[in-house]
């Protein structure tokens, strides 16, 4: 498993990549501030554009460079840093470069989305954390206060919500400058954000070659004028129309002229269903490699037996540690009356067993692969009497583990990908197989004919359709069940061309799965062409 976010390294944890003096100053170099401006950095690090913005204001005070601080960091700049260390790093920095820092400031030690405003500023400039943790104590007061404006959800991620609590913090026509991961441009689960962004004001965005050395993550520096409402949002001087956006389910901000004919028909979403796989919590302990001989080797055991119920279990098991009231109450009166649930126990054998496939206690299970059409299935999973060890040991487990994700869509008929990849590397699943949470799928609804599920597996499999989901669905290679289903479905495909292909998927698809080497599929990009295209 992955490290969860409140174990990770301070660096991770609070989201920092510092950006570089020289960005700073070419980010501020077309700005020409008033001297009644007022300037928030909430996020401000070792204090580059603390300092950089400090340099703008200079030459609008007369007086010794102890003076013009003075008025500086008391009525111009505002800042705000969570990081002790960075903190104190920012501060010497302003000391060695000014010779000065007034004892009095509007730097503060403080978690910026905690931290209460007193004013409205003119412009809010910084880099806020990218990929940073939220308190888990502060989780659920900040979604609560951050995660929803006019009815769609804002991610509750930390350069997110910073946006959004910068942006009501600046006054009418105020402006914010952020740099910022892409990662929002398009993704699903920022389209609120982006709603909420193009609903206030008007948006240029600018790609950012290379930003550190920190970081290879792709930045963008986002210029935001608050109220000044306009119909299009600017992607390096190339304008993305409103009406465009809305083609796109996620509102997408890539949607380029060249995609948009594309989304004028269907999208897959009218012919499939989507999903991701189950988190068993300890792979180990159920998935087993199936060998050259069809063989598998069992170290385990499995035992039920009825579990004590307390208080003190329940509560290392909760999101947070914490369990409401009434919960605790009901808990304690179990724990009192002896009360136990059912618990297995899970043992490492003295002698493991070779155990033959096919087997009725292990079912195929699909996990990621790069492989693409069809791959013999590598691993099995202990599913005896439907999975019960599987389903017992994660409700018994830690909280996030309680739920089973794709229930409905084990053993079925489908279509599956690599996660994290950089193109979409569709093969075709058999209805055999229990899904991890590493490897999304797709099925057919019901009443949608069979052959539509291997028309679509050679759609995604073409140059075209990876193209849409990078440039307007998707531009991470993180790819969703909810991204496919947002895929334009070929509606301008003809007949004949659609039974061509088909076939052809049909014909690679046997090939593979008798294991013919060759994976070129070049031909699906012809039959698949748009006739305007040509």
Avoid at 126 to 147: A, C, V
Avoid at 208 to 223: A, D, G, K, R
Avoid at 391 to 407: Q, S
Wanted: hydrophobic share 35%.
């Amino acid at each position: 498993m992955t490290k969860v976010k409140t174990e990770r390294s301070k660096k991770q944890q609070l989201g920092q990549f510092m950006t570089p003096i020289e960005t700073c100053v070419e980010i501020l170099s077309d700005i020409s501030f008033t001297i009644d401006d007022k300037v928030l950095e909430p996020s401000f690090g070792c204090g580059n554009f603390i300092i950089s913005i400090i340099d703008k204001f200079i030459d609008l005070y007369d007086g010794d460079i102890e003076y013009k601080l003075d008025r500086i960091l008391n009525e111009n700049v505002w800042g705000v840093e969570f990081d002790d260390e960075m903190y104190n790093e920012c501060i010497s920095n302003i000391k060695n470069k000014f010779g000065f820092i007034p004892k009095k400031h509007n730097l503060v030690l403080s978690d910026y989305l905690l931290y209460k405003n007193t004013i409205e500023f003119d412009w809010v400039i910084g880099n806020p954390p990218f990929g940073g943790t939220i308190e888990p104590i502060h989780q659920d007061f900040l979604d609560k206060k951050y995660g929803t404006r006019s009815g769609l959800k804002i991610k509750k991620e930390t350069y997110s919500f910073f946006m959004i609590k910068s942006i009501e913090a600046l006054k009418e026509n105020g402006k914010l400058i952020f740099i910022s991961s892409d990662t929002f441009l398009t993704i699903k689960t920022m389209k609120g954000l982006r709603k909420f962004l193009f609903n206030i004001g008007f948006n240029k965005i600018k790609k950012v070659v290379y930003f550190s050395e920190e970081t290879n993550y792709p930045m963008i520096i986002l210029s935001h004028n608050k109220s000044d409402k306009r119909d299009y949002i600017e992607l390096d001087n190339v304008n993305i129309l409103e009406s465009n956006m809305n083609l796109t389910d996620n509102f997408s901000w890539f949607i380029q002229e060249e995609f948009v004919t594309y989304f004028r028909g269907p999208s897959l979403s009218e012919y499939i269903l989507g999903s991701g796989g189950m988190t068993i919590g300890k792979n180990v302990l159920f998935l087993r490699e199936i060998n050259q001989n069809n063989t598998i080797v069992e170290k385990y055991s499995f035992d039920f037996f009825e579990d004590p119920i307390t208080l003190e279990n329940e509560l290392s098991k909760a999101r947070n540690n914490k369990l409401s009231d009434n919960k605790i109450k009901e808990i304690k009166e179990l724990e009192r009356l002896g009360k136990t649930k059912r618990n297995v126990r899970i043992s490492e054998r003295e002698e493991p067993i070779i155990i033959q496939l096919p087997h009725p206690d292990y079912k195929f299970y699909n996990k990621a692969s790069n492989e693409i059409l069809y791959t013999p299935p590598k691993n099995v999973i202990f599913w005896k009497d439907n999975g019960d060890a599987c389903y017992t040991f994660k409700k018994n487990g830690n909280w996030y583990l309680g739920g089973v994700g794709g229930k409905l869509f084990f053993e079925k008929e489908c279509l599956t990908w690599q996660l994290i990849s950089s193109t979409i590397r569709a093969r075709y699943l058999p209805g055999n197989n229990i899904l991890d949470n590493s490897s999304p799928v797709i099925i057919l609804k019901d009443n949608v004919d069979k052959k539509e599920l291997l028309f679509i597996l050679g759609w995604l499999l073409t140059t075209k359709c990876n193209s849409i989901l990078k440039n307007v669905i998707n531009h991470t290679k993180n790819i969703q069940s909810k991204d496919i289903e947002k895929l334009p479905y070929p509606f301008w495909v003809s007949d004949e061309d659609k039974d061509k292909i088909i076939n052809f998927v049909k014909l690679k698809l046997n090939d593979k799965r008798k294991g013919i080497v060759g994976d070129n599929v070049g031909v699906l990009d012809r039959l698949f062409i748009k006739k305007r295209d040509e």
